[in-house]
C-alpha cells in the first residue's frame, strides 16, 4: 500500500494519533474557530502572546480528519515563538513543507484549516492581516 | 460474488436485471483507478452514462443540431422534434397530464428554485409558514429558507425520529403556529435512503391549502414516479443521477399555478411580445424557458429515459432494495462500524455510515487506493448531520450497474480502513 504510506507517513499518524498542544487555553489573548464547509471538519485554536506579540503557547481542539488535526497540531509546535506579525506572513508551503505528503486540492484545504483559524485569530485581536486570496467576502465575514 | 446473494436474485428472475450484463454499456468502467477495477459507490451523487445515451447526443449534434423554435428550415425543425420528443419522454417517466407542463431547467435545484421564486415571491408573506424536512437536501431546503426571509415567512423543519423518519405527529403543531403555504420534501433522502410519505404530506399540504413541492432528484433515477398518484403540485427532477448529461433537469408544475405565475428567468424566447414600455410572456412551458435550451441535453436525457424504462424502474428498484439489504447486512457484521437511516425495506439503494474514531474524509481516501469511489461528507445535508451528531457521514450508494462484488470490496477497504487508523 505505497500510495497508503505516503500519505499517511508515520508523522502523520502520530501527531494525529498524540496531537500536541492539544486543548485550549483559558485565558488566551487570541482565539478563533473555523471550519471547511466541504466536510464539516472544525477547528479551535487559542493563542497566549508575550512580548512583541510572540507566541508563547498555542492550544487547539478540533475534529476532522487524520490530515487536518495532524496539520495542525505541527502547527502549533512550528509557530511557537513566532510573532504575530510573522504568522500573519507565514506562507502556507511552510506548513506544506513540514507535512511533506502529496495533497489534492481537496485535502489541501483540510491541511490549512488550522492555518487559516491562527491567521484569523491574530487578526482579531492584533490587527494582523489576512491573506490576499481569501477575497473580500471573507474579510468582511471575519471583521464582524 | 456471495452465493446467498445469488439466490435472493433466482426468486425473482423475472423482473431482475443483470448488472452485470448492464456494466458493459457504462464505458467508465473500462478504465482502472489506482491499478484496480472502479468500484463506483457514489450514484446518489451523479450516475454513470451508458454508451446509447452518449451515442444518441452524438447523433443529435451531427445529423438534427440548429436551434430550436426558431428557424423555418427542415434542419430547425428537426431539432425542435428532438427538444419536444425528450419532453414527451419527460412527461411520460412522471405520468406528467401534459408535456407542457415539463419545462426545462439547468437540474432539480433550478426547478426548486423556479418555484420559490415565481410562485414564492409573490404568494408568501408574514403570518405564512414554509414547512421542509429534517432530512432536506441543500436544493429544497436552503431555496425555501431564502425566500421565507426575503418575503417575511416563516420557516419550520418536520423533525425526524431516530429510525430517520418523518415524525409526521409533529404536523398538527407546526399548523397552529401560522398559515401552511409551502411543503417541501424530497421523496427519497440522499443522506440516509429514507423514503418519506409524500402522498400523505400532500394531502396535508392541501388540506391546509398549500403547495407540494417534491425534490425527485433521488428518486426519478430509481423507481417508478407517478405525480399524479403522489398528489403534488411540482416535482423536480435531474438528468445527470439517472444516466443522462449533466447540465439539464426538468420541473413539472401543475399547469393551473405555472400559469398563473410570475416568470423566473427573463430573456429571449419565453416572450409573446416585447415592447419599449411592457413585454409579454409566452405559453407553457416557454414561459419558464428563457434563452437556448440545453437541447442535446435534453435528447440525451430522453434516450436516459428510454434507457432506463427498457430495463423497467420496478426492476431497478427492487435491485437496489437487495443491494441496500445486502450492503447492510455486511457492515452489520462489523461492530466498529455504525449505519445510520431505515431498514433495507424503507430505503433507497444509499448506506450511510461510520468507521468508530476514523473521519469519513480518511475512509474515503484510503477506500480509493483500492479503487473505491465512495462519498465522504456531509451531502448537503448540514441540519441532517446535526440531527445525527457527526459532522460527516460515509455514504456509499448504489445502482443498476453496481454489483454485489463492489460491495465485498467495499468491506475489504474498511478492514484496511481499521488497521491503518485503528
Redesign the interface.
Known amino acids: 500500500?505505497g500510495?497508503?504510506e505516503q500519505?499517511?507517513r508515520e508523522l502523520i499518524?502520530d501527531h494525529y494519533k498524540s496531537p500536541r498542544n492539544h486543548g485550549l487555553l483559558d485565558p488566551a489573548d487570541a482565539s478563533a474557530e473555523g471550519q471547511n464547509p466541504?466536510?464539516?471538519?472544525?477547528i479551535a485554536v487559542t493563542v497566549r502572546l508575550g512580548a512583541d506579540d510572540r507566541i508563547e503557547e498555542v492550544g487547539f481542539d478540533g475534529?476532522?480528519?487524520?490530515?487536518?488535526q495532524a496539520a495542525t497540531s505541527m502547527l502549533t509546535d512550528l509557530v511557537k515563538g513566532k510573532t504575530a506579525q510573522e504568522v500573519a506572513e507565514m506562507p502556507k508551503d511552510d506548513l506544506l513543507d513540514e507535512l511533506g505528503i502529496p495533497l489534492t486540492p481537496v485535502?489541501l484545504k483540510?491541511a490549512i484549516l488550522g492555518l487559516g483559524v491562527l491567521k484569523l485569530a491574530l487578526h482579531k485581536a492584533r490587527g494582523t492581516p489576512l491573506p490576499e486570496e481569501w477575497g473580500t467576502s471573507a474579510r468582511d465575514l471575519v471583521l464582524e | 460474488m456471495s452465493r446467498e446473494y445469488d439466490a435472493d436474485v433466482a426468486v425473482t428472475a423475472k423482473t431482475t436485471l443483470d448488472a452485470q450484463r448492464l456494466r458493459a454499456d457504462f464505458p467508465i468502467f473500462e478504465q482502472t483507478f489506482h491499478g484496480k477495477p472502479l468500484a463506483f459507490l457514489d450514484s446518489a451523487a451523479s450516475s454513470q452514462k451508458p454508451r446509447q445515451m452518449l451515442e444518441a447526443m452524438t447523433h443529435f449534434y451531427e445529423t438534427s443540431y440548429a436551434n430550436v423554435h426558431r428557424g423555418v428550415y427542415q434542419l430547425a425543425e428537426r431539432a425542435t422534434e428532438a427538444l419536444e420528443l425528450s419532453r414527451e419522454k419527460v412527461r411520460a417517466l412522471l405520468n406528467a397530464p401534459s408535456a407542457r407542463e415539463v419545462i426545462f431547467v439547468r437540474n432539480a435545484t433550478e426547478g426548486i428554485n423556479l418555484v420559490a421564486y415565481a410562485w414564492g415571491l409573490s404568494n408568501l408573506g408574514p403570518g405564512d409558514l414554509v414547512v421542509v424536512t429534517e432530512l432536506e437536501h441543500h436544493s429544497n431546503f436552503v431555496p425555501w429558507q431564502y425566500i421565507a426571509h426575503r418575503t417575511g415567512a416563516g420557516f419550520r423543519m418536520i423533525p425526524l425520529d431516530d429510525h430517520g423518519q418523518l415524525r409526521l405527529d409533529e404536523l398538527d403543531s407546526i399548523a397552529r403556529e401560522g398559515n401552511v403555504k409551502v411543503v417541501a420534501t424530497g421523496v427519497v433522502s440522499n443522506s440516509l435512503g429514507t423514503m418519506n410519505p409524500v402522498d400523505r404530506l400532500a394531502a396535508w399540504a392541501h388540506e391546509h391549502g398549500a403547495i407540494m413541492v417534491a425534490d425527485g432528484a433521488q428518486s426519478a433515477p430509481h423507481m417508478k414516479m407517478d405525480v399524479q398518484a403522489l398528489g403534488c403540485d411540482f416535482v423536480a427532477i435531474s438528468a445527470h443521477k439517472m444516466c443522462g448529461p449533466s447540465g439539464v433537469g426538468a420541473l413539472w408544475g401543475k399547469a393551473e399555478l405555472l400559469e398563473r405565475m410570475e416568470p423566473f428567468l427573463t430573456g429571449g424566447h419565453m416572450i409573446r411580445s416585447v415592447g419599449v414600455d411592457d413585454s409579454t410572456w409566452g405559453e407553457l412551458p416557454h414561459k419558464f424557458e428563457a434563452g437556448t435550451a440545453p437541447m442535446a441535453e435534453a435528447v440525451g436525457f430522453g434516450a436516459a429515459i428510454d434507457y432506463l424504462t427498457e430495463i423497467g424502474f420496478d426492476a431497478i428498484e427492487r435491485y437496489e432494495h437487495e443491494l441496500a439489504a445486502y450492503a447492510l447486512d455486511k457492515l452489520a457484521e462489523l461492530p466498529w462500524v455504525t449505519s445510520y437511516g431505515p431498514p433495507a425495506d424503507r430505503r433507497a439503494g444509499i448506506v450511510s455510515f461510520n468507521v468508530d474514531g476514523v473521519h469519513p474524509h480518511d475512509v474515503a481516501q484510503v477506500l480509493d487506493f483500492e479503487g473505491i469511489a465512495i462519498r465522504a461528507g456531509h451531502h448537503c445535508c448540514q441540519p441532517l448531520m446535526r440531527k445525527l451528531g457527526v459532522a460527516a457521514t460515509n455514504r456509499a450508494s448504489f445502482y443498476l450497474y453496481t454489483i454485489p462484488d463492489e460491495i465485498d470490496r467495499l468491506v475489504d477497504g474498511l478492514h484496511k480502513v481499521r488497521k491503518a487508523f485503528g
Request: with cysteine; charged share 25%.
Open positions: 500500500m500510495e497508503f500519505l499517511y499518524l466541504l466536510c464539516g471538519d472544525e475534529r476532522g480528519c487524520a490530515i487536518s485535502r483540510c
